[in-house]
């Protein structure tokens, strides 16, 4: 058939991309030959490695078509998946604090690092150290559908399929031309977002191989805060106006109380418009500065090709490139609290803020007493500076290429290699330098000219006046202004090949062979983070520090799979047939922090059972697993670094910690200074200082999976039903520990100032606060520690009415009940069921039940769909769990919602489609719960905009053109 040249030839403009040659492939049709019969064709579906005829598995499959991708218009597939539910929300452009330029997705709420993302079966490069893929860099305009897999999957794809797969199957024989353009936009005329996208191809060698390229380019406008009625002002938990002490004014907190106030130590003291100090604080209000959606500009190209080299061989490749830049905007930075030294003679301060620090600088303690100087916590928001800005750019290369066909007839066999690359560029603005704004604080007057100067000019120090609001000018904001970066650099290579078919064995019961799969895999991945000097010195005030990484792991794995016909064509079984799996995994890592440090495993993953099907009409199914995640790049390389985290209560600060004498002790043999304890604050706008990082001797979590469940497929109507029960069980997770899990075992259940969990407590030695300086937080590096266990029931129906003369019309339903999503951080504390709950323990939102129901109306042209979500109420999670009283939140339960979408298409020809939709059909407000009810990624807004609509009434125009 081919020869050797020509193999080469094809080869080489495949891997050149073939940007420049496609252009010139014409693209016929071809004609089958009149009254040919189709032959029966095997397809591997997800969750196994062996072909069969139809698309059935034993593991719960979710199958989403391209035509339903585009009767949405979906752009990013996260947003589509987002909307299932067995899915709860993750990162994507609905998340603004906590969106690192990503979207991902989490499958029953188990997290991204364990729903594992493929595309036609293997692994898509991750955009960063974590693992994670970045849906927007998969084409949508190339899915021919998409697979959902509940339950692990680790004996047949290997580590992080615990939760599932999410399988994206690309088209690969593709004739003609096809251009999508469409604009969606809310009724308030905002949030507008532009897609356009053409896929080439044809065939090339009379028919031998075909080429299909696509292209597409995305653009979203952002929306901010400030654009909605229910997020223009920052609310607390009874929905009265909050926001943040860090006050465009000045706000501070003192060592001792201020003779002039009687207060400072407790409650701060703030400049006024002014700049004289008063008792009278005001908060900030930061909300109109941040985002609802981010902005997004993306470019994705992929070029599919393969070529039949023989009768029985074909080669075949991907290459793919994306470019996603994605932008977060946060509220102008601040002094956030951070310790800073004052002289009281400073002339920026009036004559009357002199005598009261002078006041204060008399009562001071120890050596600071009368020294010129007061210690404060220093609380300014920098508005002169602009918006914190987070600039993420990911730009993906993947080439996979490889050889697969057919031996003796009946043998599959496939060997295969890819190599992805991710430059990951991470740019931070308008931040301040911790130092320099030191530096300009001690400012002087000079005695020679007279002019306000630092007291210590080096550097170029411009003095700042930070006192009362507008008083910093351009050449202020410019000396203490600086902005970070981070480079990253991910790559992975993977090496594998499979070899199936039959066993050569057939039970006397059955007609078909026993089928098996064996293979091999070998895995390499490495990741580099690259933080700026100032970024790597934790001299960021608003943005904290980033530590280096340069961490890697290798993979040895090997795999069998075997599918075994026991009974076929029986009285009580049109079939029985067994399937079971194992796959061995050995890892080397190696971490690099200083010095080198390496960590080898093993782990075996497996899995079994089987389907009855009783006949044509009733299925029943069940599968064992035992599936494994070997921890990533970050989990093992990141070193400890200062970010902020989450908290609700530091005990040493309360009030009524003075009356127990225990608790004092405690507290000050934990870092809080003596007669400290009760007089200070650790907690700003919900949050406190923390520390991230990994660790290079964790050890892979491992979970026990069960499905079971029935298909209900009658012959007499045209209905489908499936009912499965999912059960998750995973040990030895890993994880961060919430930090007021750590405060609660430390305070109140571990009482051991030396045991691990006080000992992850560090305090400003000046008032014992957690939220001063870098230095000060709570240690939340990962550990292997705990476990997660998710109960559920899958109920999938649909049904086909044919009208006749008025069309027909398809009902559909999927609907998830989460009967159990239990956590548990460590052994010490107990099992928390975040079922139904949300708030800063159960951070994603986990309704006991969502559904989804689809009511499609068709008639020659004409599509029309109508879909309803359902979201079931949630709780907050404080009060359910009994830590706080109900009357502490005016919002107690989030009730169950309802959104209605509606969607439409006219097909004028073969050549011209329009569609239009509507989301969110009845204009639904999402809850307003308050900027402090959940987690800073979650929460924000006043509600939680990546689980409920925050848009309001939105709509799309798309046309699609075929030639």
């Not at 919430?738 to 000046?766: T, W």
Request: glycine share 8%.
């Amino acid at each position: 058939m081919g020869n050797s040249n020509q193999l080469a030839s094809i080869i080489k403009f495949i891997t050149l991309g073939l940007s420049s040659s496609l252009v010139c492939i014409s693209l016929p049709t071809i004609a089958q030959e009149a009254g040919a019969q189709e032959p029966i064709e095997e397809v591997m579906v997800t969750g196994s490695r062996i072909k069969r005829p139809e698309l059935t598995s034993n593991s719960p499959i979710a199958i989403v078509d391209a035509a339903e991708l585009k009767m949405t218009n979906t752009v990013n597939p996260e947003e589509f998946l987002r909307d299932d539910p067995r899915f709860v929300a993750a990162l994507g452009s609905n998340t603004n604090n906590g969106n690192d330029g990503g979207a991902t997705v989490n499958l029953r709420n188990l997290g991204e690092e364990r729903t594992l993302v493929l595309v036609d079966g293997k692994r898509f490069t991750p955009y960063d150290y974590q693992g994670f893929v970045d849906l927007a860099m998969i084409p949508t305009a190339l899915i021919e559908r998409v697979e959902v897999v509940t339950g692990g999957a680790s004996a047949v794809y290997g580590s992080d399929a615990i939760g599932g797969v999410v399988n994206f199957v690309m088209k690969k024989d593709f004739s003609g031309v096809e251009f999508d353009l469409s604009r969606s936009s809310s009724f308030e005329s905002d949030a507008k977002r532009d897609d356009v996208s053409i896929t080439f191809g044809g065939n090339i060698d009379d028919g031998k191989g075909n080429i299909v390229a696509s292209l597409t380019y995305s653009k979203q406008e952002a929306l901010y805060q400030g654009a909605r009625k229910y997020s223009e002002f920052s609310l607390d938990n009874m929905l009265e106006p909050g926001g943040s002490g860090t006050h465009p004014n000045g706000t501070v907190y003192t060592s001792v109380d201020i003779p002039a106030f009687g207060v400072g130590l407790d409650d701060p003291v703030q400049f006024d418009d002014s700049g004289n100090l008063t008792d009278d604080v005001q908060s900030f209000n930061f909300n109109p500065y941040n985002l609802l959606i981010t902005p997004q500009e993306k470019y994705v190209g992929t070029v599919i090709g393969t070529y039949k080299i023989t009768d029985q061989t074909e080669f075949f490749s991907r290459l793919s490139f994306a470019n996603n830049r994605v932008d977060t905007i946060q509220a102008p930075t601040g002094t956030f609290f951070f310790p800073y030294v004052l002289n009281i003679d400073n002339p920026f301060l009036s004559e009357q803020d002199q005598a009261i620090l002078a006041g204060l600088d008399a009562v001071e303690e120890g050596d600071a007493q009368n020294d010129g100087l007061v210690d404060i916590a220093f609380g300014r928001r920098l508005t002169e500076l602009g918006t914190r800005d987070s600039l993420y750019e990911n730009t993906t290369v993947q080439f996979v290429a490889g050889l697969r066909g057919v031996v003796f007839n009946d043998y599959d066999w496939e060997i295969f290699a890819q190599k992805g690359h991710t430059a990951r560029a991470q740019n931070f603005i308008n931040d301040v330098d911790y130092a320099k704004s030191q530096q300009a604080m001690l400012a002087v007057v000079d005695p020679d000219t007279g002019d306000i100067v630092c007291e210590d000019d080096s550097g170029g120090c411009v003095p700042v006046n930070y006192f009362g609001p507008d008083t910093i000018t351009p050449e202020m904001a410019k000396f203490i202004r600086f902005n970070l970066n981070e480079n990253n650099r991910t790559n992975q290579l993977v090496v594998g090949g499979t070899v199936s078919g039959p066993l050569g064995i057939t039970f006397p019961s059955a007609h078909n062979a026993v089928q098996f799969a064996v293979g091999f895999e070998h895995r390499e991945e490495d990741a580099q983070n690259m933080p700026d000097q100032n970024y790597a010195n934790a001299n960021s005030v608003g943005y904290g520090g980033s530590s280096p990484v340069d961490a890697s792991l290798k993979v040895q794995e090997l795999f069998a799979e075997v599918r075994v016909p026991v009974v076929e064509d029986a009285a009580f079984a049109k079939a029985i047939v067994l399937e079971a799996a194992v796959r061995t995994a050995d890892y080397d890592n190696k971490v690099v922090i200083g010095e080198t440090t390496t960590n080898q495993f093993d782990n075996t993953s497996y899995k079994f059972g089987g389907e009855w099907a009783v006949n044509d009409g009733v299925r029943l199914r069940a599968l064992f697993q035992h599936a494994v995640r070997a921890p990533n790049l970050a989990e093992i390389g990141l070193p400890k670094t200062p970010s902020t985290g989450d908290l609700n209560i530091d005990y040493c600060a309360e009030d009524d910690a003075l009356s127990d004498p225990a608790l004092v002790t405690l507290c000050e043999q934990t870092g809080v200074p003596a007669g400290k304890v009760g007089a200070f604050n650790s907690i700003q706008a919900g949050q406190t200082n923390n520390y991230i990082g990994g660790n290079p001797d964790l050890t892979p979590e491992e979970a026990d999976t069960l499905t079971a469940g029935i298909v209900f497929t009658p012959t007499s109507v045209p209905l489908t039903l499936s009912l499965d029960y999912y059960d998750i069980d995973i040990e030895n997770v890993i994880l961060a520990l919430s930090e007021q899990n750590i405060v609660d075992a430390c305070y109140l259940l571990d009482k051991d100032p030396d045991g691990f969990f006080c000992s992850r407590i560090h305090r400003s030695p000046m008032s014992g606060t957690l939220l001063s300086g870098t230095e000060t937080g709570v240690d939340a590096s990962v550990v292997n520690a705990g476990r997660k266990r998710t109960k559920g029931i899958d109920f999938v129906a649909n049904y086909h009415f044919d009208l006749n003369t008025l069309g027909s019309l398809d009902i559909g339903l999927n609907a998830v009940k989460v009967l159990e999503n239990k956590q548990q951080d460590a052994a010490l504390f107990p099992t928390i069921d975040c079922a139904g709950l949300v708030g800063k323990t159960c951070l994603r939102p986990d309704p006991e039940l969502r559904f989804t129901q689809t009511t499609r109306w068709s008639l020659d042209a004409w599509t029309v769909t109508l879909r309803w979500q359902y979201i079931d109420e949630l709780t907050q999670d404080a009060v359910a769990l009994g830590n706080v009283p109900a009357d502490d939140y005016a919002v107690v339960t989030i009730p169950d919602y309802n959104y209605f979408d509606l969607f439409a298409s006219y097909a004028f020809n073969d050549i011209l489609e329009l569609r239009a939709g509507i989301y969110n059909l009845l204009d639904k407000e999402p809850p307003i719960v308050g900027n402090e009810y959940g987690g800073t990624a979650e929460n924000s807004g006043n509600t939680f905009p990546a689980t409920y609509d925050p848009i309001g009434r939105s709509g799309f125009v798309g046309m699609n053109l075929k030639f």
